[in-house]
């Protein structure tokens, strides 16, 4: 035997002579393999694309599918460019949010409004607080406001079309804001800006605990496409309990919703 100073040492291996018979059961065993991991990607190619081809239609059929929406009657009003208020459009039962702070020129539609107080309560509960900042918007006030951006584009210096053109982009022509409606209320960890909202603990809160006081996040980036806004994780809709914990456990925006319970139920109301 050669010294092992001089070289490496190789320990001899034995290797067990396989029957044919155990040949064909390893290349049985390698061929399922392969076809389980392939069936596993195409199923996963498959879902992703789904998701990501359309989450309206998508998320729709598969609520639709895991549960019938045939004993839901009405459904909460979506407003929008398609979809407009009337100037003279005024919710019953308008409640000041004045228990809460900065609550006392926020005014939200009664059920919502004691929804929305029941939600801070239990927030502040958990140790935390939020504030309301915008609540009811009159079609007079919208105006306004798109007024107000336009004349603000027109003092940076730009045209009377282009501020026009601009301010639309930025701010809902009257009719077409569903905080007209008094179900809607934006929020904020202070008084002063609905900025960085996303980021903080009030909003992951918000995210696993808002649909149990019937309000939802009401614009989403997974949902654009759907609603047509841009991402607000500051504005809370109120849409009732139950309304909301579908929403949530079907992964649905609103106008998704409205589809579904349509689909299940024709007959079924748009609520005043």
């Not at 407009?84 to 809460?100: F, Q």
């Not at 918007?137 to 730009?158: F, H, M, P, T």
């Not at 809902?172 to 960890?189: F, K, R």
């Not at 609603?227 to 009732?240: I, N």
């Amino acid at each position: 035997m050669a010294g092992r100073g001089t070289g490496k040492y190789y320990a001899p291996v034995y290797r067990a002579k396989k029957s044919p018979a155990a040949l064909r059961r390893i290349k049985l065993f390698k061929r399922c393999g392969i076809l389980a991991a392939a069936v596993a990607v195409a199923a996963f190619s498959i879902a992703a694309f789904q998701i990501n081809k359309d989450d309206s239609e998508s998320f729709v059929t598969v609520a639709a599918s895991e549960q019938s929406l045939a004993e839901v009657n009405s459904y909460p009003r979506v407003v929008n460019k398609d979809a407009p208020l009337p100037a003279d459009y005024v919710p019953d039962n308008l409640m000041s949010l004045g228990t809460l702070p900065n609550g006392e020129n926020v005014l939200l539609r009664a059920d919502a409004a004691e929804a929305f107080i029941g939600m801070c309560e239990a927030m502040s509960a958990d140790g935390l607080g939020i504030v309301p900042v915008k609540g009811y918007i009159s079609y007079d006030d919208q105006k306004n406001e798109l007024d107000a951006a336009a004349d603000r584009l027109i003092a940076e210096g730009a045209s009377a079309k282009e501020a026009k053109e601009r301010a639309a982009a930025e701010v809902s022509a009257p009719g077409e804001d569903e905080a007209q409606l008094g179900t809607t209320v934006e929020i904020s960890t202070d008084a002063n800006s609905v900025d960085g909202f996303a980021l903080t603990d009030q909003y992951q809160w918000i995210c696993r605990n808002a649909h149990k006081h019937g309000f939802v996040i009401r614009y989403t980036a997974q949902k654009k496409k759907a609603t047509g806004m841009k991402d607000m994780p500051w504005r809370l809709r109120y849409v009732g309990k139950d309304a909301a914990e579908v929403m949530v456990s079907s992964n649905m925006c609103l106008e998704e919703y409205v589809r579904a319970v349509k689909a299940d139920n024709p007959k079924a109301a748009e609520e005043a």
